[in-house]
């Protein structure tokens, strides 16, 4: 196993997932499968490899600072599954 | 009435031009194909009404954000998410005056090389109603191809429009990278997603193109094109060095019907008076999906981080925000996005950063280096665009591995930014095989150029068999 039925549950963790017994089970075993295939990239010595985050070398993309029509409040909550005023409500943290 | 399964959005636009038929006409006449004919495809989520715009209709993928239209990236998630605004290409497309006929399926979050994947039903092909028209835009592949709408927008990451437009016998482009805004477009991995033309003919291609490629300021990714962009007239191919790269022909899993095809266009490359040869990227394919399904994911689990149930879309109640958030990701999300995300979490998470993503951006660089490597013998390289023709629906649904591999000669040249044209290039059993014509970044002219040659020569009917 590439990966355990804990690292499973650590990482759903991470990521906000409630999981079922069920999907655990499942995703323990395809994960692993997954995970054992991409690490293939492990297979090549890239020391000496500058990493690329981005396809296009662009740096310092300026835009001029003029004000442009944003959203209204009403709009921005427009799809609120809840609202207090002009805020989004949510449950106690 | 007119008949929209063999016109092409050019000759809509010569029906607008002359008189002869008004948009919204044409917007009628589309909907009434879709009611007769998609019952049984499932390419569309929603259609919209009224025509708005006097121009040839388009459909969009359904993570294009337009204003007052619902908006799911085929997600229960996104259930109910009515857009307070336009995407960019929306705006383009509507400032150009198409109207818009409807939101076409999808795999959820682009994720998927079948459609399947999509919370609302699976999409089928056209070509064979018990086969898949690819993904994951394979509701704008399937529409196009089956006289749904004459043009449409799709979006590629992995190769999500190059791999459908194939399956369903019809052209795709993936842009450059940076070349087609990404504002409003619902983020699946950001580095690598491109909204792309998907239509009949390769001259409709450029058309498309010309109206939603170019800067846009809410975009910072996003250049200038280095030049207009240029509707293919030309029917030959002089001057052009054509590259095959042995390791995207030769892969496992190319069927032989598709090798057949895909080698006899090589031959018509020569006979327009190509300049044809061999060439090589042997790190690139080899490793090339490796790197794609770990970069991807990373991106991912950080761009669907956002879907908490606090703001837009569903919520699942819960006693504390921390239980909201997790029983709402738990029911909106489907199985392929919970897979990647936990996939992209785990190999950004501490002690496995350097092994897994930070080992995946340097084969990135390898990856470019060796396509850039390539372009100094070849103006275009070529390749089948899928190994295989449509699959049969449920064939790889239990294995992701499988299904992964679908996209196996898309991802290398998409990991280096690069634009990829498929074309229709003849069947193998009755079912559409594409060929796919990767160039350097900013060479979509001469990809068009490139296609629409290759087109005329090959004759493809793009009208599938079954319903003529």
């Known amino acids: ?93 | 009435m007119t008949d929209t399964l063999r016109l092409t959005a050019e000759e809509a636009m010569g029906l607008v031009e002359r008189g002869e038929a008004s948009g919204a006409e044409l917007h009628a006449a589309y909907l009434d194909a879709i009611r007769d004919r998609d019952g049984e495809l499932n390419a569309y989520l929603r259609t919209v009404d009224e025509a708005d715009g006097a121009g040839v209709p388009i459909a969009f993928k359904d993570l294009i954000s337009s204003k007052g239209v619902e908006t799911t990236a085929g997600s229960k998630i996104l259930s109910g998410y009515i857009p307070v605004f336009d995407s960019t290409v929306a705006s383009r497309c509507r400032e150009a005056g198409l109207p818009l006929l409807g939101k076409t399926n999808m795999d959820e979050f682009a994720m998927g090389s079948s459609t399947e994947n999509s919370a609302f039903g699976p999409t089928r092909n056209p070509w064979d109603p018990d086969r898949v028209p690819g993904g994951s835009s394979g509701g704008s592949a399937a529409a196009v191809a089956a006289g749904l709408a004459p043009w449409a927008l799709g979006s590629d990451t992995g190769g999500s429009v190059k791999q459908p437009a194939s399956l369903c016998g019809i052209v795709g482009l993936r842009p450059t990278y940076g070349t087609v805004s990404r504002y409003g477009i619902v983020a699946f991995a950001s580095s690598l997603d491109q909204i792309g033309p998907m239509t009949k003919t390769v001259r409709d291609n450029a058309l498309l193109y010309r109206i939603v490629a170019g800067r846009d300021h809410c975009d910072t990714t996003t250049v200038e094109l280095p030049e207009p962009v240029a509707i293919p007239d030309r029917e030959d191919l002089k001057g052009v060095r054509v590259g095959v790269p042995r390791e995207l022909n030769e892969a496992e899993g190319i069927e032989p019907g598709v090798k057949e095809a895909v080698d006899r266009t090589i031959e018509l490359c020569r006979e327009l008076g190509a300049d044809v040869g061999e060439t090589s990227l042997p790190r690139a394919v080899e490793y090339g999906l490796a790197c794609y399904y770990l970069v991807a994911p990373a991106e991912a689990s950080s761009n669907l981080a956002r879907y908490d149930g606090a703001r837009y879309g569903l919520r699942v109640d819960g006693p504390n925000v921390r239980e909201m958030y997790e029983k709402t990701r738990d029911a909106g999300f489907g199985d392929e996005p919970k897979r990647r995300i936990m996939l992209g979490a785990y190999a950004l998470s501490a002690g496995y950063y350097d092994a897994y993503y930070g080992q995946a951006q340097r084969v990135r660089t390898v990856i470019a280096q060796e396509h850039a490597a390539a372009f100094e013998q070849f103006d275009v390289l070529v390749s089948p665009t899928s190994p295989t023709v449509a699959f049969k629906l449920g064939e790889k649904a239990e294995n992701p591995l499988a299904m992964y591999l679908s996209d196996v000669l898309t991802i290398p040249s998409n990991m280096a930014g690069l634009p990829g044209l498929s074309i229709p290039c003849g069947l193998s059993d009755g079912l559409p095989v594409g060929f796919q014509l990767i160039g350097p970044q900013f060479s979509e002219n001469l990809l068009f150029r490139t296609g629409h040659a290759l087109e005329r020569a090959i004759g493809f009917d793009f009208v599938p068999g079954r319903l003529q």
């Open chain 1, 1 to 93: 196993m590439a990966i355990t039925r804990d690292e499973v549950l650590h990482v759903a963790k991470l990521a906000r997932l409630e999981l079922s017994d069920d999907e655990i089970d499942r995703f323990t075993d395809q994960l692993s499968a997954i995970l054992e295939a991409v690490a293939k990239v492990s297979e090549l010595d890239l020391s000496d490899v500058e990493p690329t985050a981005h396809p296009l070398d662009l740096v310092n993309v300026w835009a001029e600072d003029e004000p442009r029509p944003s959203l209204s409040v009403d709009e921005a909550l427009a799809n609120a599954p809840d609202r207090h005023g002009g805020f989004f409500k949510v449950p106690p943290a």
